[in-house]
Nanobody, 123 residues
Framework: QVQLVESGGGLVQAGGSLTLSCVAS????????MGWFRQAPGEREFVASL???????YYADSVKGRITISRDNAKNTVYLQMNSLKAEDTAVYYC?????????????????WGQGTQVTVSS
C-alpha cells in the first residue's frame, strides 16, 4: 500500500510559477511510475507522467513547454514544476502511482491516488 500526499498548491497570478510535491509513504516510490492529474469542475484530466527511472515522460498538449515532472527517489517525492501559469490551469491537482515501469494518460493505469492540492491562477 502506498499513501500519497500532495502539497505546494495555492493562489498565484497568471504568468507565475508553482512547484507541487507528492510525498509517498508505505512503499518506496522507485518501483512506481508516477503521474499528475488535475480536476476543475468536470472530469479529471491527465497532466504528466514519469517512468520509474525518470527517463520517459509524457505531457498533455495543454501543458507542454510550461510544466515539468520530475522525481527524487531518495526522497520518495515527485514534483510538478509549473511555469507561465494560466487561469485555465486552475484545478485540484492529484498525484498517482502506477505499478508499471511506464504509465501514460489513463486513470485506470494508476493504483494509488493522493487527496489533491488546490491550484488557483488569477487572471
Amino acid at each position: 500500500q502506498v499513501q500519497l500526499v500532495e502539497s505546494g498548491g495555492g493562489l498565484v497570478q497568471a504568468g507565475g510559477s508553482l512547484t507541487l510535491s507528492c510525498v509517498a509513504s508505505g512503499r518506496t516510490l522507485s518501483s512506481f511510475a508516477m503521474g499528475w492529474f488535475r480536476q476543475a469542475p468536470g472530469e479529471r484530466e491527465f497532466v504528466a507522467s514519469l517512468s520509474t527511472d525518470g527517463g520517459t515522460t509524457y505531457y498533455a498538449d495543454s501543458v507542454k513547454g510550461r510544466i515539468t515532472i520530475s522525481r527524487d527517489n531518495a526522497k520518495n517525492t515527485v514534483y510538478l514544476q509549473m511555469n507561465s501559469l494560466k487561469a485555465e490551469d486552475t484545478a485540484v491537482y492529484y498525484c498517482a502511482a502506477s505499478h508499471a515501469r511506464v504509465s501514460g494518460s489513463l486513470m485506470g493505469e494508476y493504483a494509488y491516488w493522493g487527496q489533491g492540492t488546490q491550484v488557483t491562477v488569477s487572471s
